[in-house]
């Protein structure tokens, strides 16, 4: 079974400048989720979706963050303008779905975002 | 606020040791308690954690839940250079509407042949 997907694997970008993020999650699996885990933290959640709409994005800097899943498949996470402080790695996870009893999130190899 | 306090933040031990990871927390909705582990990749999944003193098992690691001091600790007996990783302890809530992961901030383990 083939896990979730990210790329690219590896960004570097200069800070006022745009990027994004794509994640192809496990087929058949309806949440998807984006975390930001920055060095010497554990991941934290940005914005998750059920099939094509946001079930919660309350930790997301919308100002400057967006992500879209259009097709309740792919998903892309964009940046504009990065931070010095969005330096991080970007993990997407997938699962069957979501509820009151916990469904297995499987996490893809994110990517590693350095913003100078 | 929620939140999930792991300790220590790092740890560095000799191989065959036998190390024991915290992981406090204060999470409105609690469902259950997950630890992973973290190589230079993606969090894998090792426990789940929903019922207090029912202890988890796999090869030389195990884990407990005490859910009246929202408390677990992860066990790794005869450490292995293998187990170095960090291992991240997370939250699952559910009600309100929302559900999903609360995470530590991790413990560093690193094992000195």
């Known amino acids: 079974e083939a896990g979730v997907a990210q790329s690219p694997r590896y960004k570097i970008i200069e800070k006022r400048q745009s990027v994004a993020f794509w994640c192809n999650p496990i087929?058949?699996?309806?949440?998807l989720y984006w975390y930001q885990q920055i060095l010497g933290q554990g991941p934290k959640l940005l914005i998750q979706?059920?099939?094509?709409?946001?079930?919660?994005d309350s930790q997301l800097p919308k100002d400057r963050f967006s992500a879209e899943r259009l097709k309740g498949v792919d998903s892309t996470l964009k940046i504009q303008p990065a931070k010095l402080e969005d330096s991080a790695v970007y993990l997407c996870?997938?699962?069957?779905?979501?509820?009151?009893?916990?469904?297995?999130?499987?996490f893809g190899p994110g990517t590693r975002l350095t913003v100078l | 606020e929620d939140k999930v306090v792991q300790s220590p933040l790092s740890l560095v031990v000799h191989e065959g040791d036998t190390v024991t990871l915290n992981c406090s927390y204060e999470?409105?909705?609690?469902?259950?308690l997950l630890w992973y582990k973290q190589e230079k990749k993606a969090p894998t999944f090792l426990f789940m954690l929903?019922?207090?003193?029912i202890e988890k098992k796999s090869g030389r690691l195990s884990s407990i839940l005490d859910k009246k001091e929202l408390f677990s600790i992860l066990n790794i007996t005869a450490t292995q250079t293998g187990d170095s990783a960090i291992y991240l302890c997370?939250?699952?809530?559910?009600?309100?509407?929302?559900?999903?992961?609360?995470f530590g901030k991790g413990t560093h383990l690193i094992i000195q042949p």
């Open positions: 979706f059920q099939n094509n709409g946001v079930v919660d």
């Open positions: 997370a939250v699952f809530y559910s009600g309100g509407g929302a559900d999903g992961l609360t």
């Open positions: 996870a997938s699962s069957l779905g979501t509820g009151a009893t916990y469904n297995e999130q499987f």
């Open positions: 929903t019922s207090s003193g």
């Open positions: 087929s058949g699996h309806a949440t």
């Open positions: 999470v409105t909705n609690f469902r259950s």
